[in-house]
């Protein structure tokens, strides 16, 4: 049962990052003389530089993986996890065959099937049927296997009413379920997953997960799944891969693989260089960071919640002009919670250059929550950020029964009591 | 010893590099279905997003016809090789029509579809072959038009000029077929190069206009000889297929085993480098384009 599916080894991908449209004809023919008569090293590659956008290399090239190496077993259901450009995309598009590894190497026993992206090569001018044939073609079917599947298909896409109209008259919803219906239906040994479950709406996303569940499961075929939804990865995986900086950071078990992520997220959102501001800018957020009990620890249901604002603020302006609305969806785009200092009277602080939010008890069930902020300063606009703050809400025990409310069933909790009579 | 019998388990093994002649026919066959869809959907989509439909297939070349015989026959007086004027157009502008359309579409592939290449693994070459299959659904329905014109002037024929069909006519797959490799091929070279050097997109439509006045499409070879630069037009390989092709339909053209022969050639030689640039290019075009 366990026999090794996908092994990597020492996989690297090198980018070449700046002007690649400028290549030259001779620097080309260099580096062929360089690597291919003379045998040595390409002279454009510097080893041993790592993948970290922050810090600026000193070569244009750019490791976005370096020597990874792991083992995914038949029937295991792999969540990869990591910040963004930890090079998670360039693994899946490695192993989907996109693009051609540097250096290393990935086997791979049976068929792959990647959907990286949903609904690739739909054409809006064929009907729904003739795309379902077209995509699963794409995405290596044969007809007669798309045929055999096809009422399968059409009924989980659950578009069957309009199966013969050109896909351009869908909605982008049905669409959606009519791609991600194809690409759910391939019969591959293991299935690549990219973010796409982002589409959709609530109860579609839950089918989705749940058929990859079924995948995984009890078809015993191996599934590859990359997200930033920590709920849905320990839904639905077995084993987690961490990726930091384009490297291997862990690998194991899913929850240990999540810990293991957030232990090294520290949830701070820099926003001094953030382009989709508006307002007049007199104080500006510049950073936010958001913590549970305290800044080593991560946000928890039934837990505190700290949030905490970074402000610029050259004017000095002084606290009883502020006002800071905190405004808390979930990823849906739903509105939980609204926060804002203007419910209260506080002492005056002069110059104010950092706001903390206090929450005792956290009421908002696990998951990924955005925070959009608005600042007045004297009932002036003076910075306005939409969803710019994520950050991620693991389970927690609320009611200290260890029993908690399903995240499908409601999204916030409630301090009650419920009691028992009899007259 | 477990550890070799695992070793040649594997079905596939992603590398980074691999020799230039790695180019897994077998993968290109296992998609034979997707080609029949794409060409499914170009004729579709070009058919349902035009008022006229196919009727665009014959404005073009009746049109470029008509200018050709007035400018090229009437003006400049350029004999025809007594054939009626507007056949002997007709039939060099319909097979000159495949060749560029097959060779213009695919060297615009990875830029065309870099959205599809970056997000599915498929053999990419299932993408040019799928334009040279489609383009021939444009390419019939010019011959029916080239065949109806030969009806009517056979009809109605105009004195001094003649033609007649000749059992070259048997050589017909063989052309079309090296017409079509033969764009495919310059085609892939192109396509692999634009996506290092975009400039030599510019070049393709501009390249492909002049190469016709280097073909035998306004004028005869043996027109070109007189004038001595028949040596000239006999190294394009498509000069040799475009009087072989003329020479079955209407019975003129200087057509001989060795001209075909030497197309045949050049065509494969082309086709074999266009194949090898292709292949080594769509590893990594991702990451450039």
């Known amino acids: 049962m366990s026999k090794p599916i996908i092994k990597v080894e020492n996989l690297s991908k090198a980018y070449q990052i700046g002007q690649i449209g400028s290549r030259t004809l001779s620097k080309d023919v260099e580096r062929f003389w360089q690597t291919k008569i003379l045998g040595k090293e390409d002279p454009f590659l510097k080893i041993g530089e790592t993948n970290n956008r922050s810090i600026k290399g000193t070569s244009n090239i750019v490791w976005s993986l370096k020597d990874i190496n792991f083992e995914i077993n038949q029937g295991d259901a792999v969540g990869i996890i990591g910040k963004n450009g930890a090079g998670k995309s360039t693994l899946l598009k490695l192993l989907s065959r996109v693009t051609s590894p540097t250096t290393g190497q990935i086997k791979v026993k049976g068929r792959i099937a990647s959907l990286l992206e949903v609904g690739t090569g739909f054409h809006p001018e064929l009907s729904g049927r003739e795309n379902i044939y077209l995509n699963g073609a794409i995405l290596g079917m044969r007809k007669k296997e798309i045929t055999r599947k096809l009422d399968e298909i059409i009924d989980f896409s659950g578009v069957e009413r309009y199966i013969d109209t050109p896909v351009k008259r869908y909605s982008s919803g049905m669409y959606v379920r009519l791609a991600f219906a194809v690409a759910a239906h391939l019969e591959s040994e293991i299935l690549i997953v990219d973010e796409v479950l982002a589409v959709g709406d609530a109860e579609f996303q839950k089918k989705c997960l749940g058929k990859m569940g079924d995948i995984s499961k009890s078809e015993g075929r191996t599934v590859l799944f990359v997200s930033h939804n920590m709920a849905a990865v320990q839904n639905l995986c077995n084993k987690g891969i961490v990726l930091q900086n384009g490297m291997n950071h862990f690998q194991g078990a899913a929850d240990k693989a999540i810990q293991e992520y957030l232990k090294n997220s520290a949830d701070i959102t820099s926003l001094a260089d953030y382009k989709g501001r508006s307002g007049t800018g007199i104080v500006k957020i510049i950073n936010a960071k958001i913590y549970g009990e305290n800044q080593f620890v991560e946000p928890q249901v039934g837990q505190p919640l700290h949030i905490e604002l970074e402000l610029y603020n050259p004017s000095k302006i002084d606290s009883s002009q502020i006002r800071l609305d905190l405004k808390i969806d979930d990823n849906l785009g739903q509105r939980f919670l609204w926060l804002s200092n203007y419910l209260f009277e506080k002492q005056t602080v002069n110059n104010v250059t950092k706001m903390i939010f206090k929450i005792d008890k956290l009421i908002l069930n696990q998951g990924g929550y955005y925070i959009s902020t608005d600042l007045y300063v004297d009932y002036k606009r003076a910075d306005w950020l939409q969803s710019a703050i994520y950050f991620e809400v693991i389970d927690g025990d609320f009611y200290k029964t260890g029993r908690n409310i399903p995240v499908e069933e409601s999204k916030i909790y409630l301090d009650f009591d419920v009691d028992f009579y009899n007259k | ?289």
């Open chain 2, 1 to 289: 010893m477990k550890d070799n019998q695992e070793e040649q388990n594997w079905d596939l093994i992603i590398k980074g590099h691999s020799s230039l002649f790695d180019l897994n026919f077998s993968d290109l066959w296992r998609y034979r279905d997707l080609l029949v869809m794409f060409v499914k959907r170009d004729f579709v989509s070009f058919y349902k997003q035009t008022v006229l439909g196919p009727l665009w297939f014959f404005i073009q070349p009746i049109f470029t016809t008509i200018v050709f015989s007035f400018v090229f026959g009437n003006l400049a007086g350029i004999s025809t090789d007594g054939l009626p004027s507007y056949l002997f157009y007709l039939t060099g502008i319909t097979s000159w029509a495949y060749f560029s359309d097959c060779l213009t579409k695919t060297s615009t592939v990875f830029r065309d579809n870099a959205n599809i290449f970056g997000k599915v693994y498929f053999p990419r070459l299932i993408m040019p072959l799928s334009i040279v299959v489609s383009n021939l659904v444009r390419f019939g329905v010019q011959l029916l038009l080239m065949i109806c014109m030969m009806a009517y002037f056979y009809i109605f024929p105009i004195a001094g000029t003649s033609f007649h069909i000749t059992l070259g006519l048997f050589l017909f797959p063989i052309l079309v077929l090296l017409m079509a490799l033969l764009g495919l091929g310059l085609g892939l070279i192109i396509t692999a190069m634009t996506t290092k050097y975009r400039d030599l997109t510019f070049l393709v439509t501009f390249g492909v206009q002049l190469l016709m006045y280097g073909t035998t499409v306004i004028y005869p070879l043996s027109y070109a000889r007189e004038k001595g630069y028949g040596n000239i037009a006999e190294l394009n390989p498509m000069t040799g297929i475009i009087e072989a092709f003329r020479y079955a339909f209407l019975g003129k053209g200087e057509f001989t085993a060795a001209s075909l022969g030497y197309s045949t050639v050049v065509t494969l030689i082309i086709l074999f480098f266009g194949v090898i640039i292709f292949n080594k290019t769509e590893k990594n075009f991702v990451d450039t384009i």
